[in-house]
């Protein structure tokens, strides 16, 4: 499974977006990327999934350069119930052995 | 139903003691899997369920842990003879295959006393 580097916390204003980045330099070929979203005493919860160059949503974009070696969650024009701990997890789509290993995450808090 | 459901949400138990803790995955889903995170920590993998195969169990911290999945659905994590360190939150994710993105419940929280 390839290990993931994130910044441990990020601070942001309103209206700001917002930028996290994931270093995954050994993912391989049939991992995809899948970013978490959790509240205090609550299950993470799944935002967003991609294989590579950008998915977009409802809720956020994920950048995925050419090489795959990193990806980007942009959260655009964050708000005070953004604050959360954000996870980026790289996982192989194509195996049984479907578990996804939770690294610390980002903290990513939200000021007024 | 709608969502994933984890009972009781909150347990109280003393040291030494058995507790069991439930999840009921979404319907239709065949992975199942259990997490545990501890204050103000990251997500432990524990065990992981995918339709009849055997189960992933590489995360159980100790022998003291089991779980089962009983019919490809509800799921039953027990935990002999507690001991504080097994204090934490329990989380329990399914989804529709390894693929897919998992959802969560919302935890059981267990305090060991």
């Known amino acids: 499974l390839a290990k993931t580097t994130q910044p441990i916390s990020m601070d942001s204003y309103e209206g700001q977006e917002v930028n996290i980045t994931c270093s995954h330099n050994n993912i391989a070929t049939n991992d995809y990327i899948t970013w978490y979203q959790q509240f205090p005493s609550q299950g993470p919860r799944f935002i967003i999934q991609g294989y590579k160059t950008k998915v977009t949503n409802e809720v956020a974009s994920l950048f995925i350069p050419a090489d795959r070696k990193s990806s980007t969650l942009s959260l655009p024009r964050v708000s005070l119930s953004d604050t959360a701990v954000y996870y980026c997890?790289?996982?192989?789509?194509?195996?049984?052995?479907?578990?996804?290993?939770f690294g610390q995450g980002t903290t990513l808090q939200v000021k007024p | 139903g709608a969502g994933v459901s984890q009972s009781p949400s909150n347990k109280v138990t003393e040291k030494g003691k058995d507790v069991e803790l439930r999840c009921d995955p979404i319907s239709g889903h065949t992975a199942l899997y259990w997490y545990r995170q501890s204050l103000g920590q990251g997500l432990e993998f524990l065990i992981y369920f995918q339709g009849n195969s055997a189960p992933d169990k590489s995360g159980l911290p100790s022998d003291r842990f089991s779980a089962e999945r009983t019919g490809g659905s509800v799921s039953t994590l027990t935990i002999q003879r507690t001991q504080q360190e097994d204090s934490a939150v329990y989380l329990c994710?399914?989804?529709?295959?390894?693929?897919?993105?998992?959802?969560f419940g919302s935890g059981t929280r267990l305090t060991i006393v």
């Open positions: 997890l790289v996982g192989d789509a194509s195996s049984n052995t479907g578990k996804l290993i």
């Open positions: 994710a399914s989804s529709r295959d390894t693929f897919y993105g998992y959802t």
